[in-house]
């Protein structure tokens, strides 16, 4: 059931990427549809290749008039069903941030990231207003370096943790040559040959992280939502 929207209007800011590890992520144990909604169509592309997970469906976005159909079909039907937006601002945009159950807004530590991020949390508001519904919303810091961080990454990333009006998954997604080898050679992390790519070992740990984490939070969105304590 869950539905789970990758936002950001800046492009290369990690949203296909991202969406695609969770997706995989998640179909290793639960069906999961992911709805590929950029026009360019990058995960019909790479499930176009071998090594696609059985479990996972890939639901080709047509257009802005079909998003909210395409959503609740995929929604009754999977447990889990993530969206990868294109990269503008777009009504098609603010439709799956409507349908959301967790938007995720991936962003680079850069400034352009940060201010398109920003956008998209203005965005999102306007959504929670327009559907007088509370859109759980998540920054997610993308091809962060796993080791020392640059001053200005440092100083965009406090800017974000240190705002306490802004959630942030303790994760980031670091850059790592296994993340971005899926798009060329299909398949998964998962399932790649440790001899071929570099670091596998800290590619899976990440993902499954991140994995941890997303569940996490959306076990504390239901349990908001229902009145339930959170653990
Ligand atoms: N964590 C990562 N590690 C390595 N390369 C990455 C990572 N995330 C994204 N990339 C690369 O950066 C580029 C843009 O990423 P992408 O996920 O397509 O962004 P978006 O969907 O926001 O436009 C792609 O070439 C992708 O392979
Ligand atoms: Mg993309």
Redesign the pocket.
């Known amino acids: 059931m869950p539905t789970i929207a990758f936002a ?1 209007s ?9 969406a695609l590890l969770l997706a995989c992520a998640l179909a290793e144990t639960k069906p999961t549809t992911i709805i590929d909604a ?1 026009p360019r169509h ?1 995960i019909s592309t790479w499930a176009d290749m071998p090594g696609k997970p059985p479990a996972l469906t890939i639901l080709k976005n047509a257009s802005e008039r079909t998003i909210l159909d395409e959503i609740e079909e995929a929604a009754a039907r999977d447990p889990f069903v993530v969206i ?1 937006l294109e ?1 503008t601002a777009s009504r098609l945009m603010s439709y799956a941030i409507s349908q959301a159950d967790l938007v995720i807004i ?1 962003l680079k530590e850069q400034q352009q990231d940060a201010v398109a991020a920003l956008d998209v949390i203005q965005e999102i508001h306007r959504d929670m207003k327009a559907t007088r519904r509370k859109i759980p919303y998540v920054t997610l810091f ?2 962060s370096k796993a080791a020392v961080k640059s001053r200005t990454a440092r100083h965009i990333s406090s800017q974000f943790r240190d705002n306490p009006a802004i959630d942030c998954f303790t994760c980031e ?5 296994a ?2 080898a899926v ?1 060329s050679i299909g398949g998964t992390v998962a399932t790649m040959d440790p001899a071929k790519v570099n670091g596998l070992s800290k590619a899976l740990a990440n993902i499954e992280d991140f994995k941890n984490e997303v569940i996490h939070k959306l076990r504390a969105i239901r349990k908001v939502e229902t009145g339930e304590a959170v653990a």
């Open positions: 950001n800046k492009g290369g800011s990690g949203k296909t990427t991202s950029d990058p990868d990269g991936p993308t091809q997604i670091h850059e790592r040559d993340f971005a798009f």
